[in-house]
C-alpha cells in the first residue's frame, strides 16, 4: 500500500512531563537537525533506527547525577568539601548526558553544524528551523515545570504563553517571560524533569517578579501527563477560529501514559468527544 503520511504534517504541539519531556526533546530534536528532510517522521524501517530508538529506551542516562550526588553533594558537606573546588552539579551532569546521549545517537555527525544543535536555544533553535521549512513547520514543544511557592504550572514553551491572545485563559507560567532569555534544549527538559535525589529543583531568577529566586520542580506535581495543557491549546485553537473565521476545526488529543489518564473535554467549548476508531 502507499507510505504512511509522516505524524509531522499533522502535529501541532507535544505537551509533555517528567520523563516524557525527554522524548518530546529528543523527538524533536530529531526532526530539527535533519533540516525536516523527513518532516518529523522517523522511519523505524531501518535498524539504524531501531537501534537508536532502542538506545534511548535503554540508556543509563542517570547514573552520572546519582554518582554526583554521593561523591560530591554529601563530600561537599564534609570538612574536606574546600577541596572540591566548585563541581558540576547534579543537574548539569544530567543535562551533559542528555547532550551526550543527542550527539551519538540523534546527530549526524557528517553535518558541518553537527555539534552546534544540542547547545543552541530552544527558542532560537525552533525558530531557525520555522523559517527553513515553511511547507513542514517543526513541532511546538510545551514541558510542564511547577512553582514550588504556588504549585503553578511553569510553561517552557515554544508557544507564547503570557500576553498571548491565544492560551489568555491558562493559569500557567511562561518561563520565557519570567526569564527573558533563552535555554537550551537540555535545560528545558530538566524544567520538567527534576526527581528527589536525582536532580534538585532548579533555581532561576524572575525578572518579572522583582529579580527574585524562584524554584522549579517536576511538572508531576501538578499532573502526570500535561493534559491540561493540551486541552487549554486545543480549547484556545477551536475558540479562534470559530470566533475568527467561523470554522470547527477537529483537533485530535493523543495521551501516552504508563498509567491511566483520566481526562474530560466536556464543557469546552467547539470540542465534543467520541469513540470513534480514528487509524
Known amino acids: 500500500g502507499a507510505d504512511p503520511v509522516p505524524i509531522a504534517r499533522h502535529l501541532f504541539a507535544i505537551s509533555s512531563v517528567s520523563g516524557g519531556s525527554l522524548a518530546a526533546a529528543t523527538y524533536a530534536l530529531a526532526d530539527l537537525s535533519d533540516g525536516g528532510a523527513q518532516c518529523g517522521h522517523v522511519p523505524l524501517s531501518k535498524s539504524a533506527d531501531l537501534d537508536r530508538v532502542e538506545a534511548l529506551a535503554q540508556a543509563d542516562l542517570l547514573r552520572g547525577s546519582i554518582s554526583r550526588f554521593f561523591l560530591t553533594d554529601l563530600l ?30 540523534w546527530i549526524d555527525p557528517s553535518k558541518a553544524d553537527a555539534g552546534k544543535w544540542t547547545t543552541k536555544g530552544l527558542l532560537s533553535l525552533h525558530k531557525a528551523s520555522t523559517l527553513l521549512r515553511e511547507d ?79 524554584l522549579i520542580i517536576d511538572g508531576g506535581y501538578f499532573e502526570i501527563y500535561g493534559g491540561e495543557t493540551a486541552m487549554e491549546l486545543i480549547s484556545a485553537i477551536v475558540t479562534l477560529n470559530v470566533d475568527e473565521i467561523g470554522f470547527i476545526p477537529v483537533p485530535i488529543l493523543v495521551v501516552m501514559t504508563n498509567g491511566t489518564a483520566d481526562i474530560s473535554l466536556a464543557g469546552r467549548k467547539g470540542i465534543k468527544e467520541t469513540d470513534e476508531d480514528i487509524s
Open 76 to 105: 561537599r558537606r564534609s570538612p574536606a568539601g574546600f577541596l572540591l573546588g566548585q563541581p558540576d552539579d547534579r543537574n548539569t551532569v544530567l543535562e551533559k548526558t542528555f547532550e551526550d546521549h543527542w550527539n551519538t545517537h
Open 136 to 214: 513542514c513547520p517543526p513541532v511546538h514543544l510545551m514541558i510542564n515545570g511547577a512553582d514550588t511557592d504556588t504549585g503553578r504550572r511553569i510553561l517552557t514553551s515554544t508557544i507564547q504563553i503570557s500576553g498571548d491572545d491565544l492560551l489568555r485563559n491558562t493559569n500557567a507560567i511562561d518561563f520565557f517571560d519570567e526569564i527573558e532569555g533563552d535555554i537550551r534544549l537540555s535545560t528545558a527538559v530538566m524544567n520538567s524533569a527534576r526527581f528527589p535525589i536525582i536532580s534538585p529543583a532548579g533555581r532561576y531568577v524572575s525578572k518579572r517578579d522583582g529579580h527574585e529566586d524562584r
